[in-house]
Structures are given as C-alpha cells and as structure tokens.
C-alpha cells in the first residue's frame, strides 16, 4: 500500500461573514464599510493568489517527539495543507503601505482560505483510513498536544520542501506561514473516526472560529454542591461569575494575577503555563487551576474560595464637590451615577446642598459581560430580569450603606436622582432592549423617568421619589446629558467640547444654542482591555510610564508591586516607546521588541510585564477613533479647532490620564492641549446639581433640544479621519 497521499481537489473558497467576524468587524464598526467594498474589491483576486496544496503520509511516531501517551513506533498518520504565499504576501504589503484596512482583510482572508481546506483534507483522511484499515484515535496539533518539532519531522517525511517548495525554520515555523500541521493517532477498530478539530482542548480562546458544546460543572463551596452550565466558548471563570459566583481576577481573567484559584476534584483538566506559573508541582497534583484557564472538555466537580474585589478603584470626584460635615438637616436627596462597570452615589443634604457622604461598589452586571453590547444581548438572550434584579440590589445595598454610614434616617431621603448611559437605564427599568443593539438603535424610552423607589428600585425601605435623567440617544445617555448639565452648556455662548472616555468614546460639541453629539466605538484598550498585560485600575496596575535610557521608570496603583497595565499606563507607555522612537509613528514597534515585546517591570514572582506590537495596535485603534469623532463634530459644526475654548475630559481614565502624552500620541490635536480640563464623575456631578437647582429640569430640556446626534459608521470624513489618525502624532 502507499504511504505518501497527495490530496487532490483542493480548492480555497470563502465566507464573507467569517472573514469579517475574523476581524471582528460587524455592522457598527466604525470601517464596516470600507472593509465591505474593499471585500468585494479584492476577494477574487485573493483566491486567484491562493495555491492550495495538501499531502498525507502514513507512518510511525519518531522518537524525538514521542509522548507519555503516544510512544515511539505508534502508527500515525502526518497532515499538511497550504495555500501559499501569495495572500499573505498582499497582507503584509497592505501593512508595509500603512493600509491597516487591506493588511488585517488579507490576513483574515488567507486564515478562512486555509480553513476551507478542511473539508477535503477529512475526506481523504477517510479514503487513506478505509485503504490501511484503521481508524483515527485522536488528532494532536502543536504545541499544545505534541511538540512544535512535530513540525519540522512531518516537514523532513513528507519531504515537503521537494514537493511544494514548503520551508521551515529553526523555530519550527512553516514558510509559507499560512500551512498546518496536524498528527493522527491510528487505531485498528475502522469505526473510529475521531480527526475533527476540538476546540474544547485548543488554548487559543481567543479564535475567532471557536465552536464547542455546553459542559456540566458541579461547584462546591463549602457545604453548599450546585450545577452549572459552562457555554461552549466561556472559562469555567466567567460561568461562575454569570451564575452569581465571584472569584477575584485583577488581571481581567487573563491568566496573569494567580487570583482565581478553583481545585478540580473530579475530572481532567489541562494543564496550562499559567497554572505552573501561578502553582507548584505539588498544588497542580492536588488540582489547583487558574479558573480562567479552565476550558472544561468533560463534566468536572471543582470547589473555590470567594475573593474581594473591594480594592477597586472607583471614581466619585467631581468638579462640583462641596464637601460638608455631616448634620441634621430638614431632609436629604441621593445622587447616583450607574456606570457599566462601578456605581457611584452621593448623600446630599437638602438645606445645605453639600455633599455629606459618599459609596462606591462594583456593578454587579459586569457578571453578564463588560460592555453595554454584552449586557444588551443577554437580556435578549432571556436574562432581562436577572440584569434588572441585578442592579436593583446593587443601588438597594448601596442606598442602604449610605444612609447607616451617615447615620441619618431613611424616612428623611425624599429623592434620588440616577445618571445612567441608555442600557443601563433600560436594564433598571426592565425594559426590552431587543432594539438598542440593532441599526436604527432604537431605545424604549430616554426621556426624564419618575417613580416612586419601590416601581423603580424594587424595594419599600424608602419612600423617596427616583428620577432617571434623560438621555439623547441610545448612544449618547443621561451620563452624558447630566455631564453637559454639570460642565454648564447651556449657559455658555463659548462653544465647548465634553469627552467621556471609555469603550464607546461619548462626546459632546456646543454651547447653549446648538450641541452635536456622538459616540465612538474606540474600544476597552483605554481600561486595560484587548491589552497583553492589561487590567483595571486595581492596586498593583502600571498607571505611569517614564523611559530615559535602557530603563523604564514607573508607578503603580497604591505603589504595589507590579501586576499589569491600566489605561493610562497603556497611554504613558506608547507615548514614551514613541519618543524614544522604538514605536514608529506609523505603529511598527523597534526590531529588538517587535517579537516578545518591550518590558516594562517583573511581578513578584519574576514574569515579565511587556508591551506588545499587538498592544500598540490596539491603542491605535482606540485613539484613533477618539479622535476622528473629535474631527468630524468641529467639520460637521462647521468651525475650526481654534474656536473650541474648553475640552472637558471626563470619566476614571480621563480622570488620571497625563492630557500631555494624550496630545503626543495624536488621541486629541494640538490646538486642544492647554484647554483641556479633567471633570471627573461629570454624571454625578450632574445628578448632584439636579437635585439643588429649581431650575433643573428646565435646564436639562434645553440641553436635549438643542442636541443633535451625528452618525459616525456612515459619514465619509470620519472614515477618512479614522484611517489617518492611526498615526501616532498630530496630524
């Protein structure tokens, strides 16, 4: 019988929607449509550029890679398909370019083409199986279920550099780079056909293509055994979190901080670098994980101790603070301000109007995802009174708190006034949110909202009045209108710019007579999301970045020691790497740091902390969305930059961000740096002020009737700006 199978009838093809999901590009992306066109432009052409090869041969294990399970001599099947170089050839001239839109669409074009090799590759595995009698026992792809030497033995059997001119390199790595590898396990029992990809023991989480059933989890804790269901793509972390659980992960659950311990006792689970990072020999024998790292592949039994998130740092200051001593006053209002991810609420005597105490907790929805999209699609998916209930008893606690710590009587509280961005306004209310999500973004309801505290909050503890203050658009809410309302835009003739910095990028351009809004999709990457090391503001977090020399110099949160990088660690870093010219402007990262990244600092237990090319992409992105959406309200306002006289930053990054080094990356323009003004909580600013001036509510509806929002994801000119803004640097 042959032991070399060439595999004919292969040919590259692709899916419009895969791609594009590939690049996590979707319908309110800020370049869905240039990618659309530029898809559509170039897609037959890369097909034409793909030269899809494939060979199998049946063999032996060699010595050199043979494992615990799967000996030397262990019959087995090698698997190599190509497509050539060609695409990735495009990819990488498009990046070359500074033509970011063309380089990541080739590069997600050239991983779809490569994965529609798959299907013919399984049907001549079946030919080969049925031709030797055997079946497939299990598929192993490196690194993580056999060495990456694996590689470079298929490469010698198959003699691929003879065949297809394939090449490999000392580290293993297939030139062209778009080629894999698989090694199949053979078995003598021919019914067994087990060579499909499982993405459930795949360690690349974050792929795009992740496709993996449900899994049962028993959870003990204590005396207390329940079951949950892990999602196909979740951690056993964020399952725990979603059923009500809370494991403490600093790091963003990304595999970094050793906080989210779980002891596995019954069923297997991989063993990942992290866990032998974060445990010893004898603690991983004993079934200690990083939660975060779990993937579960079949039931398993685990028991956890709960952790604290209490060191969190949560933003209450504002430019409106009147700080007093607590005294007996003839009543007492509450200001709240519901973030996506802290809460924020102030204790504000009625004849004094000062601030009198103030509470801050964690969003307890954050256990239904980060962002308002999450949150949006889970109460579609079902969970809209599990989300409600959720942020009911988080402002019941937190009112509670407050008014045992002030020690007054809660029959005194007469009001509470709530600014909120639109989602997490419907989500309180319990309203549908099935069309804030989808073009045209249609909310329920954002205008002034009134009820007594037991319609709105749930509870009768208080018979105070609860006012949800009105929002704009589904996009642009009552966090941003209450911040307007705060910073005094309706009683300036002096045209002013509002910038909430944040996932969504809120910001407002105007004066009392006329106001544009927006918001901007620029990403996590300003709170440490999408970031290799990046984190929350959490004691430990790089939050400042000097580099003079061969050493960076830098500060962390409370002065601890090191763990990770906050937003404005992310800012400070690229700033310096850019002055120091070990980032270009176009964003290409010095060749000494362009593979492993550069280092900033060492944890306590010797990791390296390093800033990744990945990284600089990241803040690229983000900034540059900050500011096209800046450039496209002043050209749509019809002014120049010269004629905006205040920039007010507001929100928790904006709050610490160095404005200096935000101006050298280019994320506002030159014109802006001596005008900017750090805010603070400007939404509890807001629900502050409301609650001490008569004249409130006719204020905040001039606000809302003189806004206009502006569409970004179809105006020309921000697509333009957002495209060169990518440069770091004033334009």
């Known amino acids: 019988m042959e032991k070399f199978y060439e595999i004919d009838g292969l040919a590259a093809k692709l899916n419009k929607q895969s791609v594009l999901k590939a690049m996590e590009c979707y319908e309110d992306s800020p ?107 299990k598929r192993l792809e490196a690194p993580h279920d056999i060495s990456m030497e694996s590689q470079r033995k298929a490469w010698e059997y198959l003699e691929l550099q003879k065949r297809f001119g394939i090449d490999i390199s000392s580290g293993y790595m297939f030139d062209p780079v778009k080629t894999s590898c698989q090694v199949f396990i053979l078995t003598e029992d021919e019914t067994v056909f087990k060579a499909q990809h499982d993405c459930r023991k795949c360690p690349n989480v974050n792929c795009k293509m992740r496709n993996i059933p449900d899994t049962e989890v028993t959870v003990k804790k204590g005396e207390e055994s329940r079951k949950i269901v892990v999602k196909g793509t979740e951690s056993l972390m964020s399952a725990l979190i979603r059923e009500g659980y809370y494991i403490s992960a600093p790091c963003g659950g990304k595999g970094r901080c050793g906080k989210c311990g779980i002891r596995v006792l019954d069923g297997e689970v991989l063993i990942t670098p992290e866990d032998e990072k974060a445990f010893s020999k004898e603690e991983l024998e004993q079934g200690w994980r990083l939660s975060c790292e779990v993937y579960p592949m079949e039931e398993l039994t685990v028991s956890f101790e709960l952790g604290d998130e209490s060191q969190f740092e949560i933003l209450s200051e504002h430019q409106n603070e009147n700080n007093g001593e607590i005294s007996e006053e003839s009543g007492y209002d509450i200001a709240v301000d519901i973030g996506t991810t802290t809460i924020a609420m102030e204790l504000i005597g009625r004849d004094s109007k000062r601030s009198l105490h103030t509470v801050t907790a964690i969003n307890g929805q954050r256990a239904y995802g980060a962002d308002v999209i999450s949150r949006i699609q889970a109460s579609i998916d079902g969970k809209k009174e599990e989300l409600q209930a959720s942020i009911r008893k988080d402002l019941q606690n937190g009112i509670q708190r407050l008014v045992k710590e002030a020690g007054i009587p809660a029959q005194k509280v007469g009001r509470v006034s709530i600014g909120g961005n639109t989602t997490m306004g419907h989500l309180l209310m319990g309203y549908d949110c099935d069309t804030l999500g989808v073009f045209p973004f249609t909310p329920v309801n954002i205008d002034f909202i009134k009820g007594s505290y037991e319609e709105i909050i749930g509870s009768s503890e208080l018979s105070a009045e609860v006012i949800l203050l009105p929002g704009i658009s589904t996009y642009v809410g009552g966090d941003i209108v209450s911040g307007l309302y705060a910073c005094g835009f309706d009683k300036t003739d002096e045209i002013c710019l509002l910038v909430d910095l944040g996932t969504n990028g809120e910001m407002a351009l105007g004066n009392k007579d006329k106001i544009l809004v927006t918001s901007t999709a620029a990403g996590p990457a300003f709170e440490g999301g999408n970031i290799t090391w990046g984190m929350g503001s959490v004691p430990g977090a790089i939050c400042s970045v000097k580099i003079e020399g061969d050493k960076p110099e830098i500060m962390t949160i409370q002065d601890k020691a090191p763990v990770g990088i906050c937003g404005t660690g992310v800012v400070e870093t690229v700033a310096e790497l850019v002055k120091e010219e070990l980032v270009e402007v176009t964003g290409l990262m010095d060749d000494d740091y362009f593979d492993d990244g550069y280092p900033l600092a060492e944890t306590e237990d010797g990791r390296e902390i390093v800033f990744t090319q990945d990284d600089v992409r990241e803040i690229q992105l983000a900034k540059a969305a900050v500011r096209a959406g800046m450039e496209t309200l002043v050209v749509c306002y019809g002014i120049d930059k010269s004629q905006v006289k205040k920039v007010y930053l507001a929100g928790g990054f904006g709050y610490k961000l160095d404005k200096n080094k935000a101006v050298e990356i280019g994320m506002f323009p030159e014109e802006f740096r001596d005008r900017i003004e750090t805010v603070g909580n400007s939404s509890l600013a807001g629900a502050m002020e409301y609650l001490g001036d008569a004249c409130s509510e006719e204020r905040i509806g001039r606000l809302t009737a003189v806004s206009e929002e502006i569409n970004l994801s179809s105006d020309k000119f921000f697509n333009e700006c957002y495209m060169n803004s990518m440069l770091f640097g004033d334009e």
């Open 31 to 137: 370049v869905y449509e240039e990618v659309m066109q530029e898809y559509d432009e170039i897609h037959e052409e890369m097909l034409a550029l793909a030269e899809p090869v494939g060979i199998l041969g049946v063999g032996t294990m060699p010595k050199e890679i043979a494992t615990k399970a799967y000996k030397e001599g262990t019959p087995i099947i090698y698997a190599v398909i190509s497509i050539g170089d060609g695409i990735k050839q495009c990819s990488t001239r498009g990046f070359q370019e500074g033509d970011y839109v063309k380089g990541m669409l080739c590069d997600a074009i050239a991983d779809e083409a490569l994965f529609s090799l798959e299907g013919r590759m399984m049907e001549k595995l079946q030919e080969v199986c049925s031709e030797h009698h055997v079946g497939i026992l």
